[in-house]
DNA sequence: CCTTGTTAGATTGTCGACAATCTGCTTGTC
DNA sequence: GACAAGCAGATTGTCGACAATCTAACAAGG
């Protein structure tokens, strides 16, 4: 018999569903930073009622783009200059390690989940989707997570990935700007294939303090930004 | 007038004590590895609603010590030795990041505190105490997070945290010991009063391989075991 | 004018009941 | 005896209603 792996059956539960779309408003920034999320009123609109939606809220809360005061509220997670640096340094020292557990474990499927994550932010960038660019972009940078077989590692790079998605669609939403049209990710990938690890390490120190420098100052710039209320 | 600034006031939410149950009888090994949580038990014996208490372990799967599988029931985690060489290898790396930022911030603040935790080890290990040597050993580890002034960085190792203490704690219970009555944290206290952190950060690398050892070989020997539902 | 107490409205936290789903056993058939 | 279908019990997921708490507006008093 053929060593078909079935893939995990679909999250048939409210909750997940949830999870799912509140997420999605979320990192694509639909929902802004320091916003109040409305029970009753979300609910409402998704016609489901307060206590799955609350569980969702929980878990996005765990996931850390949602804060909660009790009896207050639960917000949408306010955006600082430093929250970003402090993803960012963290971020490069992840790197370095997701580099080096992957590195001995590369093979020629590695190869081929590389190209084909490569081509799919080429592709997004092409389409001029942003915010797809942003997702398939962080999806080309978490292979090294998947692949350096270290379940704890690829959590946190999970958490991580959140925020960044967050951080960069407010950016791109900030500056209203369509794209950037060339592709970045031709030399990264290029060094993953070849044969010296510290160059890639390198390069994706590199690589990363490129995407954050915009993003920092622009962070910077609405730093004196107010939370403000839902409605 | 003086500036005494107030600490945050007490979470008086049901949902937020039961989090803390539930956290402490996980974590030191009450609840066991692959047990199921059945949710009209603990609230019948909480006094409590399945609403609050499901918030609760919604919160506890995201921290990583649970895991839920919808319509079939919520469990604790399972522990393989992967999972603590994971946990383990990713540790190291952050300890030595951590030193790092923590290294030119540390002041005499800095070392009172690191005295007083160190303290309370030693006392608890005096009082034969293991689940508060554990978690007095942990915080004394937790310093050079805290310290290091980067939120995400102090989430992860807070997250890793709280299996760490799941691990020891199954640990111990396994080999029914009272404790070790040495202290293996002098030297580890001491160099991070001095003035050379690569000696600091190497001394970090090596202390957790001691503590680790013993562990890996522990859960080796109990990878055939079972999940054994409730009941 | 500022402060303090009160009150109404809105929102979150919690509860008990019902619906959907799973598990194990029984039954019937071959 | 093996195996599938179906049923009963238990457990999880979801719902609507109620209780606890917060917020903001307003009144009373200094």
């Known amino acids: 018999m053929a060593k078909l792996d079935f893939g995990p059956i679909a999250d048939t539960t409210r909750r997940a569903e949830i999870v799912a779309l509140l997420r999605r408003a979320i990192l694509t920034g639909q929902l ?3 916003q109040k999320l409305n029970e009753l009123r979300i609910s409402e609109q998704m016609r489901v009622s307060r206590a799955p939606l609350r569980e969702a809220m ?3 809360v765990q996931e850390g783009i949602l804060t909660s005061i009790p009896y207050a509220g639960t917000f ?6 430093k929250d970003i640096a402090d993803a960012y340094s963290l971020n490069k ?3 370095d ?3 080096e557990l992957t590195w001995p474990q590369r093979d020629q499927r ?3 989940e590389l190209d084909r994550r490569h081509e799919a932010v080429k592709q997004a960038t092409r389409a001029l989707d942003t915010t797809r660019q942003i997702e398939t972009a962080l999806q080309l940078h978490g292979l090294i997570y998947e692949w350096a077989d270290n379940s704890v590692l690829l959590e946190t790079w999970q958490r991580l990935t959140s925020r960044l998605q967050m951080y960069f669609a407010l950016h791109q939403r900030a500056r209203n700007e369509p794209v950037p049209t060339e592709d970045l990710h031709e030399t990264y990938v290029a060094l993953l294939k070849g044969a010296d690890m510290r160059a890639a390490q390198r390069h994706a120190r590199e690589h990363i303090d490129d995407d954050f420098e915009e993003l920092l100052a622009y962070a910077r710039g609405l730093e004196k930004r107010v939370a403000k209320g839902a409605d």
Chains 1, 2 share one sequence.
């Open 76 to 81: 949408v997670i306010d955006v600082t200059a």
């Open 32 to 34: 802004e930073p320091g």
């Open 97 to 99: 390690f997701a580099i």
């Open 58 to 60: 929980r878990e996005l």
């Open 93 to 95: 020292v992840l790197d």
């Open 110 to 112: 590695f190869f081929d």
